[in-house]
């Protein structure tokens, strides 16, 4: 099983300014890694596939990069709607698919 | 516009069962895979189980085979995940998926369904 590791745990940042985060897994899991959006009562919303591809209607403000084993979520100039619990997932080696425990980017 | 609706969730005793089923519409399920993952309080996304399009592969976490069964009715576009068996740590938010079965991210999710296993 691929574990997969998120950094940092949480992250406050003023609206405007920018977000990097961090995803690492076990092993290599080539570019067959996803991120996505979570807010509270809501579904988990896929931002990025194969670690730099936008999903649809996805804003160019959202980017992906990184292969192998290290990535990072990059979101410039953060909007209000963007505070929101992000997850990683590894879809290389199924079963199981596994997800990182989340970074919760705050509002400064 | 692809919408996943789960229900079924509510209290079980330990041991007990539940079964959920997610509706799903805006495309044409009988040619997708179909995903369940959980969220426990306070922990992180866990996948539980995967089901191809025609129903006939299924894959499961070891956390729960042997307890759990997903299926599928294409002609009414439903998924379905019994739980027997079930153990106070199987308490949780279970949200369907489309997606799954081989490299391939979860392009759509439901709003999830509460599961709590307590006695």
């Known amino acids: 099983e691929i574990l997969m590791t998120q950094s940092p745990a949480s992250l406050s940042v003023s609206p405007g300014e920018g977000a990097t985060l961090s995803c690492r897994a076990s092993q290599s899991v080539s570019s067959n890694l996803a991120w996505y959006q979570h807010k509270p009562g809501q579904a988990p919303r896929l931002l990025i596939y194969g670690a730099s591809t936008r999903a649809t209607g996805i804003p160019a403000r959202f980017s992906g990069s990184g292969s192998g084993t290290e990535f990072t979520l990059t979101i410039s100039s953060l909007q209000s709607e963007d505070f929101a619990v992000y997850f990683c997932q590894q879809y290389h080696n199924w079963p199981p698919y596994t997800f990182g425990q989340g970074t919760k980017l705050e509002i400064k | 516009e692809v919408q996943l609706l789960e229900s079924g969730g509510g209290l079980a005793q330990p041991g007990g069962s539940l079964r959920l089923s997610c509706a799903a519409s805006g495309f044409t399920f009988s040619t997708y895979a179909m995903s369940w993952v959980r969220q426990a309080p306070g922990k992180g996304l866990e996948w539980v189980s995967d089901?191809?399009?025609?129903?006939?592969?299924?894959y499961y976490a070891d956390s729960v085979k042997g307890r759990f069964t997903i299926s599928r009715d294409n002609s009414k576009n439903t998924l379905f995940l019994q739980m027997n068996s079930l153990r106070v740590e199987d308490t949780a938010v279970y949200y369907c998926a489309k997606g799954g079965l081989g490299r391939i991210p979860f392009d759509c999710w439901g709003q999830g369904t509460l599961v709590t296993v307590s006695s």
């Open positions: 089901i191809s399009g025609n129903g006939g592969s299924t």
